[in-house]
């Protein structure tokens, strides 16, 4: 079966401070890839996605970064974190058009 | 700009009722229409997903889609306390890969 894995769970992390969030996909081949951002009381953004090894397309200008170095693994990135960058991080995946499956989560706080 | 419009609620509801949560959305072109449900603290689990007009039914819930007036529900029958959490419509709008928007989400407690 298909799992999702992110980490870490909850990160502190000091304005200006850089930031790496991996996510993997394992079970699956060729995911589609997906990194979003939900802010307190707030909708989930859309922030990067991918297709494939090496091609990720941005949705919001920002200070954050997106990698794909393998099939199923997927970064995300900042050289000088803000504190607007503060909240919920979250991954997903998709093979199909059913929906994505989202991983557990990385809670930031920038301070 | 894609919008997907959900009332934020919080909507209350008795133990073994029906919760009735709505969704609009603004671009006619859109396809495919699903449910999540996020519990506070937690990641959105997919409930469902329609495509088409009408109805899908799966255990408690069903959806409803009616694309003329774009337009989307999710019904949740015999409502539990553990149907309490924050319920998410999200609309593709990917040409290709899927590119799910999300609405901010409807605060949903089943009172016992």
Same mark, same amino acid.
């Given at each position: 079966s298909q799992t999702i894995h992110q980490w870490p769970a909850t990160l502190v992390q000091p304005v200006g401070s850089p930031l790496s969030l991996e996510c993997t996909v394992e079970g699956t081949s060729n995911p589609n890839l997906y990194w979003y951002r939900q802010a307190a009381g707030r909708g989930l953004q859309l922030l990067f996605y991918s297709v494939g090894i090496g091609q990720i397309s941005s949705e919001v200008p920002q200070n954050l970064s997106a990698s794909r170095p393998q099939d199923r693994q997927f970064i995300l990135s900042s050289k000088k974190l803000l504190l607007s960058d503060s909240g919920f991080y979250l991954c997903a995946w998709s093979v199909n058009s059913y929906g994505y499956t989202f991983g557990s989560g990385t809670r930031l706080t920038v301070v | 700009q894609k919008e997907v419009e959900q009332n934020s609620g919080p909507l209350s509801v008795p133990e073994g009722a029906i919760a009735s949560l709505n969704c609009t959305y @603004?671009?006619?072109? @859109?396809?495919s229409f699903f449910w999540y449900r996020q519990y506070s603290g937690k990641s959105p689990e997919l409930i469902m997903f329609i495509y088409s007009n009408g109805d899908k039914e799966d255990g408690r819930f069903t959806a409803q889609l009616n694309k003329a007036s774009q337009y989307v529900s999710l019904l949740i029958r015999d409502s539990q306390p553990s149907d309490s959490a924050t319920y998410l419509c999200a609309v593709n709008y990917g040409q290709g890969a899927q590119k799910l928007v999300f609405g901010q989400g409807t605060r949903l407690t089943i009172n016992p």
């Open positions: - | @603004s671009d006619r072109g @859109s396809q």
